[in-house]
Nanobody, 121 residues
């Protein structure tokens, strides 16, 4: 079983920055993709950014040029640097990963518990 634990959320003023971290632990043989999603109250959960094992990234249009996703393969961690935050970025941010525990195991999707990001003056 794999656990994902997010950290780094909090309250920030508009225009400010935050850096989210997600650490994966447990039985991990390999990772296909890791990413961040967010969900605001009353809204659907939406993709923010993803990064593949090879380093290819994908961003939602709303965060391009403001957010940067990165990873540390050795530590099974993924990060989200969020700059120039806007009130509409406020949400619970969830870490997501597609991993497998052995070479022959199927890929399984995992979610963290989420970390709150509040953008307000």
């Amino acid at each position: 079983q794999v656990q994902l634990e997010e950290s780094g959320g909090g309250l920030v003023q508009p225009g400010g920055s935050l850096r989210l971290s997600c650490a994966a632990s447990g039985r991990i043989f390999s990772t296909n993709v890791m990413g961040w999603y967010r969900q605001a109250p009353g809204e659907e959960r939406e993709l923010v950014a993803t990064i593949t094992s090879g380093g290819r990234t994908n961003y939602a249009d709303s965060v391009k040029d403001r957010f940067t996703i990165s990873k540390d393969n050795a530590k099974n961690m993924v990060f989200l640097q969020m700059n120039t935050l806007k009130p509409e970025d406020a949400a619970v941010y969830y870490c997501n990963a597609l991993m497998r525990s052995t070479i022959s195991a199927p890929w399984s999707e995992y979610w963290g518990q989420g970390t709150q990001v509040t953008v307000s003056s």
